[in-house]
DNA sequence: TCGCACATGTAACGTGTTACATGATTCA
DNA sequence: TGAATCATGTAACACGTTACATGTGCGA
């Protein structure tokens, strides 16, 4: 079984603060930068399907108040230690690389995880984007200076977020310290 | 007809600075750091072969000296025509919110242009950057202080990111200052 | 009556991912 | 002999995008 794609975190996240409709869902993708995930209702009900059908979520329907009957999805215990492994699983190197926006969007739920989560997430998260950087900046030292500098700018740009990056990091690890885990 | 694919700019991009087989792209994709375009034969080689089709590329047998026949493509005249259109088009916000690596890979090619051209992206980038800035300021103020912190704190990570974005394209724009066009 | 907000879905299409297949030559 | 490098490709699969389909009730 693999694991669930980003999108369906997202949504097994966000569920996991209160439960929703697919149409809560949509509203919630397409209003607030939440990622850049989009948000189509091609996109939204097939995930809801397969996180129903693979037990992570389960939804009821609610004929009550609405104009139209809608369908409540709220996370298993199943899906919330899905989510919770995830949230807590180690950043690699090649997550900073390639899938950074997604080591964002576990730092956004980790409201769920206690303080401590949370300083063991921005550390290693500094640490790896660090490792990175080393590596990137050896990488640097193949521009030559007599090309067009083009190709070398845009490779600076890469350095400056994950600089940023490890800025952010570490700064807001400041923000947990002394604080009760 | 629609546009390429950013991975078809990228090859087209590449392969207008010198002819390449698709095994000499894969390996540029799996070595050096331009975005974050993977780089498996079953990506490479049908882009490739519906850039041909397109005719925005053609290729010809190599059977010289390769341990096996390599088929070495080249942009046609109608692949130069795109790849500069697409280089010179318009920045939008949207461009900066949801495809700021297709924006640096169109600057990484910009050697192709003039430098009155690379002003002008720069400049534009900066201004669409700031713009969406603004926006994001003004969503910032949604997150009250009394829930937790975790999701204004990654919120926060991206209005850094877009603010490295900025001043990396103002300082790169000083850097064409006072150049000749 | 027209359109919008609510609400859920499906179908076609394109593309990337993973894994597999093929085959020559060089080097240990 | 077996592995690595050079070199091209295909097949199955999953996913997102776009567009379409459906239906209610409210306000202009």
Chains 1, 2 share one sequence.
Not at 53 to 82: C, M
């Amino acid at each position: 079984m693999t694991d669930p794609t980003t999108l369906e975190f997202a949504i097994l996240g966000l569920l996991s603060f209160a439960p929703r409709s697919g149409y809560d869902l949509m509203h919630i993708f397409e209003t607030t930068a939440i990622g850049n995930y989009s948000s189509s209702p091609g996109a939204i009900y097939p995930a809801l399907g397969r996180l129903e059908k693979r037990g992570l979520i389960e939804g009821v329907v609610d004929d009550s108040q609405a104009l139209r009957p809608k369908k409540i999805f709220r996370p298993t215990s199943d899906g919330d230690t899905n989510l919770r492994r995830w949230l807590r699983a180690d950043i690699t190197k090649n997550d900073v690389q390639r899938r950074l926006d997604e080591l964002l969007l576990r730092f956004a739920f980790h409201s769920l995880l206690d303080a401590q989560a949370s300083r063991d997430f921005l550390n290693d998260l500094a640490v790896a984007t660090d490792e990175y950087l080393a590596e990137l900046r050896e990488q640097r030292k193949i521009f030559s200076d007599d090309e067009p500098p083009h190709g070398r700018m845009a490779f600076e740009f890469g350095i400056e977020q994950y600089r940023a990056c490890a800025r952010w990091a570490r700064r807001t690890l400041r923000h947990f310290d002394g604080e009760s885990s």
